[in-house]
């Protein structure tokens, strides 16, 4: 693995610590008067998802680990794990539910996402920041019910249950964010 110092970090790069493989999602060079420079980063965990803030001295080498990202296919669930496809090679590949992580609440066969590897182990799995989903199931909006801005439960096709407008039924196709888990749109 290629070691890189403290002051080459940017946001999105993947490091081998003592403890397993993380992610830098925020970085801060900082200088003070007095004493040495250092490096304030906020840290993901790739397994747990957590987030760890750590500090470094700056210049100080550090493993940076190479992960290997495929984009593939969602074909379907078999038990608890998820079957995808390697578009170029048609491989066929189960996951773990925990490598999914939230991706679970959101994903539906035939979609394309991104699965990192690192040493042949699932890492993570990266799906578009917004996707369009059925609306399965929804109580539906009583007259009277005018309140601007007003919300209901409503249960996408993936089981997920998130909040929407009144105006919004059973069968409607809805934009969600998989970030935050909110409704964006009608579509």
Do not use: C, W
Request: aromatic residues 6%; without cysteine; hydrophobic residues 40%.
């Amino acid at each position: 693995m290629p070691a890189i110092t403290t002051n080459d970090l940017k946001n999105g790069i993947t490091l081998q610590l003592e403890n397993g493989l993380f992610t830098v999602i925020e970085f801060q060079h900082v200088k003070p008067g007095k004493g040495g420079a250092f490096v304030r980063t906020k840290l993901r965990n790739l397994k747990t998802g957590n987030v760890l803030e750590k500090t470094f001295n700056a210049g100080i080498r550090v493993e940076q680990a190479m992960l290997e990202k495929k984009d593939m296919q969602f074909l379907y669930r078999d038990g608890d794990d998820y079957v995808f496809m390697d578009t170029e090679s048609y491989d066929q590949i189960n996951v773990a539910p925990v490598a999914l992580g939230d991706a679970a609440d959101y994903i539906i066969e035939s979609m394309i996402a991104i699965i990192a590897t690192h040493n042949a182990e699932i890492v993570s799995v990266e799906i578009p920041a917004s996707v369009e989903l059925l609306i399965a199931n929804t109580e539906p909006g009583i007259q009277g019910d005018r309140v601007s801005g007003a919300r209901k439960p409503a249960e996408l096709q993936t089981g997920k249950t998130i909040q929407v407008p009144l105006f919004v039924n059973i069968g409607d196709k809805v934009k969600v964010d998989t970030r935050s888990g909110e409704y964006l749109t009608r579509v």
